[in-house]
T-cell receptor, first 112, second 115 residues
Framework: SQELEQSPQSLIVQEGKNLTINCTSSKTLYGLYWYKQKYGEGLIFLMMLQKGGEEKSHEKITAKLDEKKQQSSLHITASQPSHAGIYLCGADILGNAGKSTFGDGTTLTVKP | DTEVTQTPKHLVMGMTNKKSLKCEQHMGHRAMYWYKQKAKKPPELMFVYSYEKLSINESVPSRFSPECPNSSLLNLHLHALQPEDSALYLC??????????????FGEGSRLTVL
């Protein structure tokens, strides 16, 4: 089974709507990272979460880490076309020394 | 602007060619990575260099040969590739936090097509 499960796989929202993407780990997390990728380009680091209950925001994007559930959520408020892309969670997981693990990604489409 | 620079952006090569992908970072990061990404899939780790030494090789075929000339540079030498090796090749770097990668900083990738 996958170590990092991301949901949903894809999301289509109307501009201005809020949305949430989830990432759940099957193992203990040391750090959880969110990235955004435009098709055919590199990943852009968005935010890092390390402590249970931690919450970070950047512009209209907020990420939270629920340590007990080994789960993180990424919430976008009042979505804009510029938010469109692929969102990937990445993590440093116990037992995967020196490697980052990635979820499968969520493709976000924002309709104007 | 990304602080990890990859060249070339696009590369087309035949199965008998020898080519190289290059990556450079000036953030003082001690770990550098090569990832391979196929369409609609997450990046797959290929190699990790920590403090200029190869620390992880994810059972990558020998037709891919990494090289780390110094702490800022990472190369990937390609020889006798197969069409299925066509993909986006991503370089990344990170600071390393207690041995864990930490947040990764990616280049924009090199799109490789093998004919």
């Amino acid at each position: 089974s996958q170590e990092l499960e991301q949901s949903p796989q894809s999301l289509i929202v109307q501009e201005g709507k809020n949305l949430t993407i989830n990432c759940t780990s099957s193992k203990t997390l040391y750090g959880l990272y969110w990235y955004k990728q435009k098709y055919g380009e590199g990943l852009i680091f968005l935010m890092m979460l390390q402590k249970g209950g931690e919450e970070k925001s950047h512009e209209k994007i907020t990420a939270k880490l629920d340590e007990k559930k080994q789960q993180s959520s990424l919430h976008i408020t009042a979505s804009q076309p510029s938010h469109a892309g692929i969102y990937l969670c990445g993590a440093d997981i116990l037992g995967n020394a020196g490697k980052s693990t990635f979820g499968d990604g969520t493709t976000l489409t924002v309709k104007p | 602007d990304t602080e990890v620079t990859q060249t070339p952006k696009h590369l087309v090569m035949g199965m008998t060619n020898k080519k190289s992908l290059k990556c450079e970072q000036h953030m003082g990061h001690r770990a550098m990575y090569w990832y391979k990404q196929k369409a609609k899939k997450p990046p797959e780790l290929m190699f990790v260099y920590s403090y200029e030494k190869l620390s992880i090789n994810e059972s990558v075929p020998s037709r891919f040969s990494p090289e780390c000339p110094n702490s800022s540079l990472l190369n990937l030498h390609l020889h006798a590739l197969q069409p299925e090796d066509s993909a986006l090749y991503l370089c990344a770097s990170s600071q390393l936090v207690s041995g864990a990668p930490g947040e990764l900083f990616f280049g924009e990738g090199s799109r490789l097509t093998v004919l």
